[in-house]
């Protein structure tokens, strides 16, 4: 987490090479704490505009959510987090997730969908957004 701007708005860095393998037997519950524990973090932090920064590289296609999850996350965010929510921007998009997002396009609305930004290095972050207070764990920068 890091902030930007005058009023110290949040930066959500959210990095999916540390989410759980699929293959996991209590894959599902711990998902499911997961989602929970990120909701009522965005809760107590967000209280302004806010972004959030989806690191997707050095994520093996095991440890990235599902589908499911993801439509359940964007449906249980509550109105005044997706309308504070200025940018959503996924760094090393992959063809997985750019297919993700083409494939529920229409199931969103259009507003979220324009926030959504594909950055292709971590040199075109740091032009978007103030690095100094983002933290980029180690196996991304590599």
């Not at 005058?6 to 989410?19: K, M, P, Q, T, Y």
């Not at 759980?20 to 599902?28: A, C, G, L, M, W």
């Not at 589908?67 to 090393?92: A, E, P």
Request: aromatic share 14%.
């Amino acid at each position: 987490t890091g902030y930007y701007g005058d009023g110290l708005n949040a930066i959500i860095v959210f990095a999916a090479c540390f989410l759980p393998d699929s293959s996991r037997t209590d894959y599902n519950y711990v998902m499911e704490n997961l989602f929970l524990y990120v909701i009522s973090t965005l809760e107590l932090m967000v209280a302004e505009d806010y972004m959030i920064v989806y690191l997707n590289g050095a994520t093996p296609r095991r440890r990235m959510p599902g589908l499911g999850w993801l439509k359940k996350c964007y449906q249980m965010i509550d109105h005044r987090l997706r309308k504070n929510l200025k940018s959503f921007i996924i760094v090393h998009p992959s063809w997985f997730i750019r297919t993700i997002l083409a494939v529920t396009r229409p199931f969103i609305s259009s507003k979220f969908s324009s926030k959504i930004q594909y950055v292709n290095t971590l040199a075109e972050l740091r032009e978007m957004i103030p690095m100094e207070y983002v933290h980029i764990p180690d196996n991304i920068v590599k």
